[in-house]
């Protein structure tokens, strides 16, 4: 599918002058984008729009894009299918909504398009999605506004808002993307398709996909079969319930499989899978940044013993082992922290302000035989209601970060204040660790981490 992702050129049919209409805001996007290729601007009732001159048709265009971008009216599609056929595009995303999300009639007309692409030889994402985006192609052919920058995670979506909303936190958190596709009906190009495509893909590290149907099993189960192998993949499947599959059939015209079927096939093929959407792009960001354990032991460093106990309690039921502190370590911390100190794991900072402390104190637990290290806290360093020591917090939370590198071994970081007031976890954020509100979520994506590493070293066993 390299003629999709990376088109040498693009028409955009049904390019509007109209500032508000798709056709206009996607072409504004694969301009701004930075897209080197041709852009073709599609629409017999204009001559110039964006700077570029406008064609009539697909037949009047100088050479043949790769890919074509149809944002026409739902009856107007099939008609445009075969013109972009008989010019020889290879691929086509349409936009446009009104198939078999809407019913019988839709769906008809869907198989027609199907029909006639199939006959004329334009494979087809969607209908009704919302396009796709390449950071390595600097192509942004869709309608979202909200694209983060170049990064080693792919999203495959069969919803478009879901797809706006991953993108949207991925560009606030600073994480990068590789490649978002949103399939929509999926009509043709399915999921177990893309699935393989990235499993390939040399700049894709995690892959992960919202799901509201299965429309080829045994494909998908193969699919799965390598790409679980090979890849992180983390899905979010929803409309398994009765409420969610009535919901899933007026969007996209999903059909439901029952949870407790996908839930053994996920665990049998090792893919992980999200609760809901925000925990797909905590697991996501996670997998895309941090190394994975090479055990399930762990240590908690926190800045109060109430999380501590929650911390403990959350790694007990999720059978990440809380290992006791090595002798050597006990003494070392021991110059390290006042002489009331619980000298156990969880190491309570007993609302130490010293971020020296901290530093040094994680830095021991990362050269000893831990997995795994938690960091939980009030802004984190201890110090967040002195303002003079924020500066100096910033600078070891940069130190930190430093870390996961040197030692290879991920620290799970929970600052309860969040990023819009605590600048130690912006900064984390900055030198790409995850940052937590919770320590329950922490626990969660460390514990799928552990389980996934697990599993990795049993089939290279095998």
Request: proline share 5%.
């Amino acid at each position: 599918m390299d003629e999709l992702f990376f088109p040498k050129g693009v028409c955009i049919i049904g390019a509007s002058r109209d500032p508000q209409a798709l056709g206009h805001i996607i072409l504004k996007n694969i301009l701004s984008g930075g897209f080197s290729g041709h852009v073709y601007p599609i629409n017999p009732k204009c001559e110039i729009l964006l700077g570029l001159r406008c064609y009539s048709s697909v037949r009047d265009l100088p050479t043949v894009p790769d890919l074509a971008i149809l944002a026409v009216p739902a009856n107007a599609v099939p008609s445009v299918i075969a013109e972009c056929g008989e010019k020889g595009i290879p691929y086509a995303v349409i936009i446009t909504a009104g198939f078999k999300e809407t019913g019988e009639k839709g769906a008809e007309l869907e198989r027609e398009v199907l029909r006639i692409a199939r006959e004329k030889g334009v494979r087809i994402v969607g209908p009704n999605c919302m396009g796709l985006y390449n950071s390595f192609n600097s192509l942004t052919a869709t309608f979202t506004l909200m694209v983060p920058k170049k990064g080693n995670i792919s999203f495959i979506s069969q919803s478009g808002a879901v797809g706006t909303t991953m993108l949207a936190w991925a560009k606030k958190a600073g994480i990068g993307f590789s490649k978002f596709i949103s399939i929509g009906n999926e009509s043709d190009i399915s999921l177990p398709e893309l699935l393989l495509y990235l499993s390939d893909d040399k700049t894709t590290k995690v892959i992960t996909a919202y799901m509201e149907s299965v429309k080829d099993g045994r494909a998908f189960l193969e699919a799965l079969r390598k790409v679980s192998s090979n890849k992180p993949t983390i899905i979010l499947k929803v409309g398994s319930t009765p409420a969610g599959a009535k919901a899933a059939a007026s969007h996209t015209g999903a059909i439901a499989v029952e949870s407790s079927v996908l839930e053994g096939i996920f665990r049998q093929f090792s893919v992980i899978q999200a609760r809901d959407t925000e925990e797909l792009f905590q697991l996501a960001h996670a997998f895309s940044s941090l190394p994975l354990p090479q055990g399930s032991s762990a240590a908690v460093v926190s800045s109060g013993g109430g999380w501590a106990i929650e911390c403990a309690d959350a790694l007990e039921s999720s059978k990440i082992r809380l290992t006791p502190l090595p002798e050597s370590v006990i003494k070392e911390l021991d110059g390290l922290l006042p002489p009331y100190w619980s000298r156990r794991n969880p190491l309570d900072m007993v609302a130490s302000i010293n971020s020296e402390a901290y530093y040094q104190a994680i830095k021991l637990l990362m050269e000893s035989e831990y997995d795994l290290v938690f960091l939980i806290g009030y802004g984190v360093l201890g110090s967040i209601a002195i303002p003079m020591a924020a500066d100096r917090d910033v600078e070891y939370a940069k130190k930190i970060s430093e870390l996961v590198n040197v030692y290879k071994k991920p620290i799970f970081v929970v600052d309860v204040l969040g990023e819009d007031l605590s600048e130690c976890a912006r900064t984390f954020k900055q030198h790409n660790l995850p940052v937590f509100r919770t320590v329950k979520s922490a626990v969660r994506v460390a514990s799928e981490m552990v389980h996934y590493s697990v599993r990795l070293k049993s089939r290279s066993k095998n």
